[in-house]
């Protein structure tokens, strides 16, 4: 088990190795589809992508008291094109579920990032997991607008690492 | 005839989709506990684990399972002896919005397919309408996905394709579907029919209860077949490989026209959640 704090350097990458599990703590934002396609064009991102996460999830409503609502990784397939430009920027990880296209995994290994799975149908338990968030992007998109989450051993699974391999055996 | 309050019927439908986001069914949690214990991959059965305590941690009630809370499905049987005034689809969509609003759950539906334009209260529920004998109405209510729903198709296969055709079909889209549609999955199977019909097949075959088989001996010894040739495909646990790839196998059948073998697959994922309320 790797622990793991941000912001991510290239050294913390290079120790990520496939089905390892790794627990996330500090800074961590979310994307998912409409926000990828707005952060490519956008030239002012409200965060800094050096060195960033971003979490694929859309959350449910929280309720008074709450930091968040369930939060569980979204199908990460759908940015698999968008995420390139965000991976040249500086983005370091990802976290979401399920396998991504080949053009993807070659482009995350040439930009030096790793894709982590969360476990999909589990926002309770992760939720559990984030301490604050808040809104900083695209309020308008609603559970779709980009959060900055304040994380504390956010458990996770190395599915692609920079050496090329994946956790999901047979099926890329 | 026997009169109906379609006031209570948005009571129910509320009720319903607030209770199934936070409470998966108990012969559910029991087929995934079972699964755990014979699972023999150390990351799957940590991933399973994580699944059973994801569903107590939410039964609690202030955070729903998943935060995909789906679109709102509903079978809808309504006896040839019940009368009520109104618009009994305007009265589940009412339970709907006061549902996914109280239950604090997620709104996942859009307007238009370009503009995409959040409905804001999860309306319009997908509602099949079934007129049947007697006095009563029985809502069939599921929160289904869009990642399981997503990995979901329709092929009209040729007759002599037969039983393998089948099979081959179904292996082929679970194996591809990988982890995408979160595993371990539910897969309901719509065979005959039509294009149209042997997709609502499919979801009629994902809100069976789990225990149960098909009738037909045939059916029933493909459902069999594919629960273990899907479990045998190693996908596992959210892809990750593993013993426990789908927990239960549904197909339903009718007849067809002699040159088509329609096939629906339906997939539904391990958070499946679905009630029956009967009026």
């Known amino acids: ?21 790794v627990l996330i703590s500090g800074t961590i934002f979310t994307a998912r589809d409409q926000a990828h396609a707005r952060l490519i064009n956008e030239p002012n991102p409200a965060f800094d992508l050096n060195g ?95 959060y900055e989450l304040e994380v504390k051993d956010f458990p996770c699974f190395v599915a692609y690492d920079v050496y090329g391999d994946s956790i999901f055996k047979g099926n890329q | 005839m026997r009169q109906i309050n379609l006031e209570d019927i948005t009571k129910l439908t509320k009720k319903a989709v607030i209770k199934i986001n936070y409470n998966l069914n108990n012969s559910l949690v029991s087929l995934i506990q079972k699964a755990k214990e014979k699972e023999t991959s150390v990351l799957s059965k940590s991933i399973l684990s994580d699944i059973l305590e994801n569903q107590e941690i939410a039964k609690e009630g202030n955070i729903p399972l998943c935060q995909d809370t789906g679109v709102v499905v509903v079978l809808l049987e309504i006896g040839n002896q019940v009368s009520y005034n109104g618009n009994i689809y305007d009265a589940i969509n009412e339970g709907v919005r006061l549902g996914y609003k109280e239950g604090y759950l997620r709104k996942s539906m859009v307007t238009h397919p370009f503009n995409r334009v959040n409905t804001k209260d999860n309306t319009p529920a997908i509602i099949h309408t079934k007129i049947i004998q007697g006095d009563k109405i029985i809502m069939k209510i599921a929160a289904k996905g869009g990642g399981s729903e997503n990995m979901s198709k329709v092929t009209m296969l040729t007759p002599t394709e037969g039983i393998e055709g089948v099979k081959k079909l179904v292996l082929d889209t679970i194996f591809n579907a990988g982890g995408r549609p979160c595993p371990p999955l539910i897969v309901g199977i719509g065979i005959g029919g039509n294009f149209e019909k042997s997709a609502l097949l499919a979801k009629e075959a994902i809100f069976r209860d789990l225990d149960d088989s098909s009738e037909d001996v045939i059916i029933k010894k493909l459902e069999d077949d594919l629960y273990n040739e899907i479990n045998d495909l190693g996908v596992g646990p959210m892809g990750v490989g593993g013993d426990t790839t789908c927990l239960a196998v549904k197909i339903n059948y009718h007849p067809m026209h002699i040159a088509s073998l329609p096939v629906a697959i339906n997939i539904q994922c391990h958070s499946a959640r679905h009630t029956e309320v009967i009026l």
């Open chain 1, 52 to 146: 960033s996460i971003i979490f694929y999830v859309g959350p449910t409503p929280k309720r008074e008291g709450f930091a968040i609502g369930a939060s569980g990784p979204t199908s990460s397939y759908r940015m698999d094109k968008l995420a390139v430009p965000l991976m040249e920027q500086g983005l370091k990880v990802m976290i979401g579920k399920g396998n991504r296209s080949e053009e993807f995994r070659l482009e995350m290994i040439k930009n030096n990032a790793v894709y982590l799975i969360a476990t999909g149908g589990a926002g309770a338990l992760l939720s559990s997991k984030i301490l604050k968030s808040k809104l900083i992007m695209y309020e308008d998109l609603g559970a779709e607008a980009v």
């Open chain 1, 1 to 21: 088990m790797i622990r793991l704090n941000t912001p991510i350097t290239n050294d913390n990458i290079k120790e990520l190795k496939v089905g390892e599990k």
